[in-house]
C-alpha cells in the first residue's frame, strides 16, 4: 500500500486531468492521511473519502475506494461508510461498494453489501453482486441466484449468472464448442478464472475431474 506521500506523487503525474478532479483525488489522500493518523472521529475526512469513493471519475473513485477499503480493513466507521454507500440513491456510488470488496472485510460486511446488490435496481450493480458472490464463496447464496436465473430480464446479468453459478455450485463450468470438436473448461482458482480447451478425443468424465483439480491448482493441462 502506497504511503500518502507516494499517492501525492503518482497523481501528480496526470497533467492531463482537469484540476477539479485531482483536486478531488488529493483531498481523498490528505482525508486518508487524518484517518490513519487515528483521528477515527473525524467526520469531515471520511465524508471526503466517499466522496471520492462514490465518484464517477476513475482517477477520483479509483483513489478514494483503494484508500477507504484498505482503512476499511482495520476501522468500523469506515466499514459503515461502505454499508451506506451501497444504499446511495447513485447507481455508481452503489456500484463501487460492491466492485471493491475484499477478503480483509468482514464477511458480514460483504453479505450485507451483496446481499442488497442482488436487487438493486441497476443491472450493472446486480451482475458484480452476482460475480461476487462466487468470488467469496457465499454458496447459501445459490438458491437466491438460481432464482434470478428464472426471473431476471436484463442480458448482462443473465450472462454473468450463466458463468458464475456453475462455477459456485460444481466449482467448475463445462461448455461444448458448437463444432464439436470438443469442451470448454472454465474454473476460479486462487485471484482468477481461468478457461481451458479440452478435445472431444480426450473428453470424460474422469479427465474433466483431474482436469479440474490441475487447473485449480495452477497447472496447465498440456506442455
Known sequence: MKTPDQWRRWLSGFTREPEDRLAHALEA???FEALSAGLS???????????????????VFETGCHLLFHLAGTQQNCQQAIDRMASSQDSTARFHPVAYLDAS???????????????DRSSRVRAMAVQQAETFGFRHLLPRLEDMIASESRANVQQTLALHVPLLRDGFLLEPEPDGSGYYLTVRRPGSIIRSFIPQDRF?????KEAVAR???GERLYD
Open 29 to 31: 489522500v490528505d482525508a
Open 204 to 208: 470424460c468424465d474422469s479427465y474433466v
Open 105 to 119: 472485510l468482514p464477511e458480514s460486511l460483504r453479505l450485507a453489501v451483496i446481499g442488497r446488490a442482488l436487487s
Open 215 to 217: 487447473l485449480k491448482k
Open 41 to 59: 472521529t473525524d467526520e469531515q475526512a471520511l465524508q471526503l473519502l466517499v466522496k471520492a469513493a462514490s465518484s464517477p471519475h476513475k482517477l
